[in-house]
């Protein structure tokens, strides 16, 4: 839903439309921190962000927030304070048709098998691990993995290494509709420009990557699968110019979001509510090498 022409005046108002809604009036603030996330922010007031801090000339692919987890948000809300001069969308696809347009085969694979995320912190190439998980006690750190399912290891240099296994898709709790629900196609290494791809592998090996995805046992992913989800995203993408003021609210199960490059300030802001998620979905191996120390 797109809220455009109401007296939503700065980060402050903002603040208070989401909070509205994610506490239905009871006086609550109700937005969520931005825990273990997986792009640079900047925390505005209470629970509201800067959106992802890339370059302007970067495609932020289409993704639903912090599917790479076993737990995310049923609501975010993404305000515009600055339009772009140029582009800067907020493109949207819906999570049910992008769904249908994969082929079965795939999807089954996938369901089978789960979705292995791999994440390297710190080492200069990514953020670093005090950043994501809100701390430097790593006793904090492990707790918070032992918690979520999350696998780790605490590599020389101060640096941390993530596997955490989740789902491809999962069914809406209101709705019983079935949506694909991974970041499958933009933690792949295949989504990195290919030179900059060349250039991280020619510095590290891919198991020291920031990030990457492979099948819940291991095995690789196949890049022409990812091509065809990520044809599946562009063929069921919606676009819209930002004016500022814009309220978009969204249903981050139903539907996914992305970030088109643009040119001059953009300054977007975000909040999410409503924490929900699931254990371990039906046929998905559990998580599995916890290490710590």
Same mark, same amino acid.
């Given at each position: 839903?797109?809220?455009?022409?109401?007296?939503? %005046?700065?980060?402050?108002?903002?603040?208070?439309?989401?909070?509205?809604?994610?506490?239905?009036?009871?006086?609550?603030?109700?937005?969520?921190?931005?825990?273990? !996330?997986?792009?640079?922010? *900047?925390?505005?007031?209470? !629970? =509201?962000?800067?959106?992802?801090?890339?370059?302007?000339?970067?495609?932020?692919?289409?993704?639903?927030?912090?599917?790479?987890?076993?737990?995310?948000?049923?609501?975010?809300? /993404? $305000?515009?304070?600055?339009? +772009?001069?140029?582009?800067?969308?907020?493109? @949207?696809?819906? *999570?049910? %048709?992008?769904?249908?347009? @994969?082929?079965?085969?795939?999807?089954?694979? /996938?369901?089978?098998?789960?979705?292995? $995320?791999?994440?390297?912190?710190?080492?200069?190439?990514?953020?670093?691990? #005090?950043?994501?998980?809100?701390?430097?006690?790593?006793?904090?750190?492990?707790? /918070?993995?032992?918690?979520?399912?999350?696998?780790?290891?605490? &590599?020389?240099?101060?640096?941390?290494?993530?596997?955490?296994?989740?789902? #491809?898709?999962?069914?809406?709790?209101?709705?019983?509709?079935? =949506?694909?629900?991974?970041?499958?196609?933009?933690?792949? =290494?295949?989504?990195?420009?290919?030179?900059?791809?060349?250039?991280?592998? #020619?510095?590290?090996?891919?198991?020291?990557?920031?990030?990457?995805?492979?099948?819940?046992?291991?095995?690789?992913?196949?890049?022409?699968?990812?091509?065809?989800?990520?044809?599946?995203?562009?063929?069921?993408? &919606?676009? /819209?110019?930002?004016?500022?003021?814009?309220?978009?609210?969204?249903?981050?199960?139903?539907?996914?979001?992305?970030?088109?490059?643009?040119? !001059?300030?953009?300054?977007?802001? =975000?909040?999410?509510?409503?924490?929900?998620?699931? %254990?371990? +979905?039906?046929?998905?191996?559990? +998580?599995? !090498?916890?290490?710590?120390?």
């Amino acid at each position: 839903m797109l809220f455009r022409g109401f007296t939503v %005046a700065g980060a402050a108002a903002f603040h208070a439309l989401a909070r509205g809604f994610a506490d239905g009036g009871g006086g609550g603030d109700g937005l969520l921190d931005y825990e273990f !996330g997986s792009t640079p922010r *900047s925390r505005i007031e209470g !629970g =509201v962000y800067s959106s992802t801090e890339y370059p302007a000339h970067q495609w932020i692919p289409q993704h639903n927030e912090q599917s790479y987890t076993r737990r995310w948000p049923m609501k975010i809300w /993404f $305000y515009c304070d600055v339009a +772009p001069e140029t582009a800067g969308e907020t493109p @949207i696809a819906d *999570s049910r %048709a992008v769904l249908a347009r @994969i082929d079965p085969a795939i999807r089954r694979r /996938f369901a089978d098998r789960g979705l292995m $995320y791999v994440r390297n912190y710190g080492g200069g190439l990514d953020l670093p691990w #005090s950043q994501v998980f809100g701390t430097s006690d790593r006793r904090a750190v492990e707790g /918070f993995c032992r918690a979520q399912g999350i696998a780790w290891d605490w &590599l020389d240099d101060d640096r941390l290494r993530t596997r955490q296994i989740c789902q #491809s898709e999962a069914v809406h709790p209101q709705t019983g509709e079935a =949506v694909w629900f991974n970041q499958a196609h933009l933690f792949h =290494v295949s989504a990195l420009d290919p030179d900059l791809r060349e250039t991280l592998l #020619s510095v590290v090996d891919e198991e020291d990557l920031p990030r990457n995805v492979y099948y819940g046992d291991g095995a690789p992913l196949e890049d022409a699968v990812l091509d065809e989800i990520r044809g599946a995203y562009q063929a069921e993408m &919606l676009r /819209f110019a930002w004016a500022r003021g814009d309220v978009l609210m969204l249903d981050n199960m139903l539907v996914s979001h992305g970030r088109a490059p643009f040119s !001059g300030p953009r300054r977007i802001l =975000v909040a999410m509510a409503e924490p929900h998620g699931m %254990a371990e +979905p039906h046929g998905m191996p559990g +998580p599995h !090498g916890v290490a710590g120390g």
